[in-house]
């Protein structure tokens, strides 16, 4: 009887370090060369999961900096106070 791997969450769900995190892993696993074929397809499918979470996350950041940068006219901080009620 062959005991089922722990069901591991889905990428959507996971932090960029927790997807990293994973990612070294499954890369570090694959470099081995020790899995089985259909082992290392589920992981290379695991992996690009993985890596298409982080650049969410990357591209997310990316985003998010640019509305906040001079160079697109977004502010780098809150204006003062006196500067918001005008």
């Known amino acids: 009887m062959s005991q089922e791997p722990p069901a591991r969450p889905d990428p959507a ?3 960029y370090e927790q997807a990293r995190a ?5 890369v570090q696993r694959l470099e081995q ?4 074929l259909e082992d290392s397809l589920a ?3 695991r992996g690009e999961a993985l890596a298409a979470r982080c650049q969410e996350w990357l591209d997310g950041a990316r985003d998010r900096l640019a509305r906040v ?3 697109s006219g977004g502010a780098t901080e809150a204006p003062a106070p006196a500067e918001r009620d005008r």
């Open 22 to 26: 994973e990612l070294v892993d499954v």
């Open 69 to 71: 940068s001079p160079a």
């Open 33 to 36: 060369g020790a899995a089985t």
């Open 43 to 45: 992981l290379w499918e």
């Open 13 to 15: 769900t996971l932090s």
